[in-house]
Structure formats: C-alpha cells, structure tokens
C-alpha cells in the first residue's frame, strides 16, 4: 500500500496516510476504523450494516434473508475498503492540510482530490 504525507504547518509532524484499498476492512468490516482510532468513521459503518441489516430482515424472510444480508455486508465492507482512506484524506484537506512532497501531490491530483492553486 502507497503512502501520502500531509502537514499542516512547519511546526507540527507530518500526517502518513495510507493510499489504496484495505484488505483488512473486507473481514473487520466497522471494527477496522476502531483500530486507526476513527470512531466517527467506526458509527457511519456501524450504523450503514445495521440499517442496511435491518430493512432486509423486515422485507425478506429468515432463511434467506440471513443469505441476503452477509451479501450485502460484504458488498458494504467492500465498497468502504475502496474508499475509507479517500476520505480521511478528504478529511485532513479540508482541515487545511497539504502534500509535503511531490509524490503525495501527483498521486492526489491523478486521484481527482487536490489540485495546485497556480
């Protein structure tokens, strides 16, 4: 997994972020944001698997409903795995972070996220 550097200002350490898809999140699922200390990332994924969960449990019946929602937390896990580190980095840009090399730079503005003001 690639790496980005973010920093804030010249006194304060630079942020490492990781820049990919996590493999961890596919079987950890919520459990994974617990582990970097996300705890508002940790309640969006709880509480998406238990809505997402719940809606099919009342429409579906039991046999098949439990078959439909291991699908569907899969598909949820997946579908945040790709993402989650999009958006703490999305997070720390708006906060008023920046790329420290040219390396974190190229990879954010080939990713859509950040471009250089000219």
Known sequence: M??????YDEYTPPVECDY??????IYLGFLYPIKKRNYRMFYIMLMTE????TLIMCFIPFKIGIIF????LFTINTLFAANYNMIVIEELLKKGYVPLDYNSSA??????????LQ
């Not at 690639?2 to 920093?7: A, D, W």
């Not at 990919?20 to 999140?25: A, H, R, S, V």
């Open 2 to 7: 690639q790496k980005i550097y973010l920093k």
């Open 20 to 25: 990919g898809f996590i493999k961890e999140m």
């Open 50 to 53: 238990v809505a997402v969960s």
């Open 69 to 72: 929602v291991l699908l569907m």
């Open 107 to 116: 990879l954010l503005i080939k990713k859509g996220i950040y471009f250089k």
